[in-house]
């Protein structure tokens, strides 16, 4: 008899509430939410070539981005799987411009989800790997429906993010502030199964990720620290160089095998100089598995889960990985980018209107 233990989100979820009072039953629920949205996804993206699903819609999302059909059913399934459980008392999406309310005749609950449905959708017509991104933070208004209050908040206060990661297997990895850990989907029995407990960073990174067609409009020191990554100006070994265009997966490698992504912010257009990442959908969520594997995500002035935001499609420039090597890019920043400190200040100061 196999000595191996099968253990389910919901076991995962018990068992870290007997060390954990903060891992609630409702996560057990919540999570459980995700992972059913995730097995639907999952189904969708292996067909999607099949059902004629595949290529862009007509529709654009707020960024003006056409939005592949995935996309949309992707964000739907999220929505209807989550909107009438009783634990949420809003939703917010990337692809959506405002907050998504609770329909009226369901009961509301104490927590917000925050999610990207389809991330790194360019990828689906080439079928490269592409992850749901999700957070959830407590309400801390007094109004039953979620207000602006309850979602716009600093990354610090999460109660729990995580990410599915649709690849050469279906991949649920969360962390409710103990820890991070990773569930693989078992298509025989449909269920996601422990398969990866406690992840902690490498202390030695092996990569680094980022889109090197951008590196003319990098800042000095960006173009810099990706020089010393590489070993160019003194005797060290570089790190391989792997990007995936797709966060989660570029994410999920660093974390499993140590490294850093990085998608800073940039002069190419002074009146935007934060980068291409969303802050409430993307970079809180792997800012906070980051620090709870042991690593580290800055801006590039500092720690990107003390930013308090001000929009809820607000853009960040993310460098997230081992803390050492975030900390370096910090340093070279701050050596070579007063400019662009100076730039980015009155955004990373900004505060919401509410
Ligand atoms: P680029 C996908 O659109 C995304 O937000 C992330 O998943 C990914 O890391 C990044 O953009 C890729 O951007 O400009 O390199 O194609």
Known sequence: MSKTKIVTIERHILEQQKNHPSATGTFTGLLYDMALSAKIIARETTRAGLVGILGASDDHNVYGERQQKLDIFADQTIFRINDHTGRLCAMASEEHEDIIAIPPHFDTGKYVLLYDPLDGSSNIDVNVSIGTIFAVHRKISGSAHGTAQDILQPGRRLAAAGYVIYGSSTMMVYSAGNGVHGFTLDPSVG????????????????????????????????????????????????????????????????????????????????????????????????????????????????????????????????IVGNRDLVEKAEAYIREYDHDWIEAYSPFRHKQPTF
Not at 220 to 227: A, D, F, N, T, V
Not at 251 to 264: A, D, K, Q, S
Not at 301 to 310: E, T
Request: hydrophobic share 35%; net charge neutral; glycine share 10%.
């Open 191 to 318: 269920e996601f199964l422990l398969s990866h407990e406690n992840i902690r960073i490498p202390p030695t990174a092996m990569y680094y990720s980022a889109n090197a067609g951008n590196e003319k409009y990098w800042t000095k020191g960006m173009q810099k620290y990706s020089r010393w990554l590489q070993g160019m100006d003194e005797d060290r070994k570089p790190l391989g160089h792997r990007y995936i265009g797709s966060l989660v997966s570029d994410f999920h490698r660093n974390l499993l095998r140590g490294g850093v992504f990085f998608y800073p912010g940039d002069m190419q257009d002074p009146s935007m100089p934060f980068g291409k990442m969303r802050l409430m959908f993307e970079a809180q969520a792997m800012a906070f598995l980051a620090e709870q594997a042991g690593g580290y995500a800055s801006d590039g002035v500092g720690n990107i889960l003390d930013l308090q935001p001000y929009s809820l499609h607000q853009r960040v420039p993310i």
